[in-house]
């Protein structure tokens, strides 16, 4: 406890005067009660210590700080200079005097310091002989013109127009949703052939290339329905990492990659295998099937 108020003891601001080096610049030299001006403060402090703006202070005289920038330091000189920039505003009418005041914070020890006094001519916006009260407010003054006679009737008309254009809607809604509702599921029609490996068989010889995407399609449906993997959006390559990836035999996923790049070769490219090679790709192909 008697640590915290020798502490508390040596926080407290001692009051000082301005220093030589410290320095107030005024933008103007009058200003209208309340009008904000700016003032740029500079204080030389001892290296290392900090400079805080009191605002509240009597030697401030009536201008209040509206705004203040923090605080810039350079040194100069072995010492510290701090330069504030403020925007305050005067509140009493006449010739006044004012100073700054900052405190001064070096380590444990903090100085309360008035910069120097400094004159500013504050303008009343009241003329010599206006009273100083606050004048009655006029009296309301009627406007030409009137409410339409044909006003009401024409929000009347609107609204009911509304009103019906909106049943229109909501019926014509419920006839479509009706409609729907009531309409008969149009038979479903016949189920598409899936090609089979007996269809590639008797084009291998007479259209290579059909019998080859015939191949390829079989093949790839055939994967797609077992792994559950979307295999005819797939590439040859992009499958056979797919199905090694998946944890299939790598052996298979070689066998179905290079039989699939076989027929991609003859779909695409007019690779005409052998008739002894087409024979094996036909029985390559049943053997994944039967295995796939």
Avoid at 178 to 200: N, Q
Avoid at 253 to 268: K, N, P, Q, S
Wanted: net charge negative; hydrophobic share 45%; glycine share 8%.
């Amino acid at each position: 406890m008697g640590a915290f108020v020798a502490l508390a003891t040596m926080l407290v601001a001692v009051p000082a005067r301005a220093d030589e080096g410290d320095k107030v610049t005024v933008l103007r030299q009058s200003a209208l009660i309340g009008e904000q001006f700016e003032v740029l403060v500079e204080v030389r402090t001892p290296t290392g210590s900090t400079v805080e703006l009191n605002p509240g202070t009597p030697s401030w005289n009536g201008v209040e700080v509206v705004r203040a920038e923090p605080p810039r330091t350079r040194r100069e000189g072995g010492e510290s200079v701090h330069t504030i920039q403020l925007v305050v505003a005067p509140f009493f009418p006449g010739e006044r005097e004012f100073a700054p005041a900052v405190t001064v914070v070096t380590g444990a020890e903090a100085v309360a310091r008035s910069l120097p006094l400094t004159t500013l001519t504050v303008i009343s916006t009241l003329g010599p002989n206006d009273p100083l009260e606050l004048s009655p407010l006029a009296q309301p003054v009627a406007i030409d013109g009137a409410e339409s006679p044909l006003l009401r009737p024409a929000i009347g008309l609107g609204i009911a127009a509304g009103t019906a254009l909106l049943a229109l809607l909501l019926w014509f809604a419920g006839r479509v949703l009706w409609r729907r509702m009531t309409a008969k599921e149009p038979p479903a029609p016949d189920a598409v052939p899936v090609p089979s490996l007996a269809l590639a068989e008797g084009l291998l010889h007479s259209d290579p290339v059909g019998a080859y995407r015939v191949l390829s399609s079989v093949v790839k449906g055939e994967l797609a329905r077992r792994y559950d993997i979307p295999a005819l959006a797939l590439t040859s390559g992009e499958l056979r990492r797919r199905m090694e990836a998946g944890g299939l035999d790598r052996w298979q996923a070689r066998l179905v990659g290079g039989l699939l790049e076989e027929c991609d070769a003859v779909i695409y490219a007019g690779y005409r295998p052998a008739t002894e090679r087409r024979n094996a790709d036909l029985t390559m192909a049943r053997e994944i099937i039967e295995v796939a």
